[in-house]
């Protein structure tokens, strides 16, 4: 639907802010082929790596956070979402 309606439309946008609700690994990675930046918080569960491959996958919980990242967020690598 997102992408029929961004085709149809040709809305002009660069970034999607989105609910953990709507974290899913079909829309995120619909939106990250549409070479779009997304925003949302994930659920506790999921797994992530922080490192660039340099560890395992860890759940988001086990995370260490600097000052920094507290503020402004970090980037990830979510498990199951292929890198765009």
């Known amino acids: 639907m997102i992408f029929s309606v961004v085709n149809q439309k040709t809305l002009p946008f660069k970034t999607v ?19 779009k930046i997304y925003y949302c918080p994930l659920k506790i569960n999921r ?6 491959g340099l560890e395992k996958y860890k759940n988001i919980g086990e995370l260490s956070w600097n000052q920094s ?7 990830i690598k ?5 890198l765009g």
């Open 78 to 82: 979510i498990k199951g979402i292929p």
């Open 47 to 52: 797994l992530v790596d922080d490192t660039g």
């Open 17 to 35: 802010l989105m609910d953990s609700w709507y974290a899913t690994k079909r829309l995120m990675a619909l939106v990250d082929n549409l070479e």
């Open 69 to 75: 990242e507290k503020i402004s967020g970090k980037i």
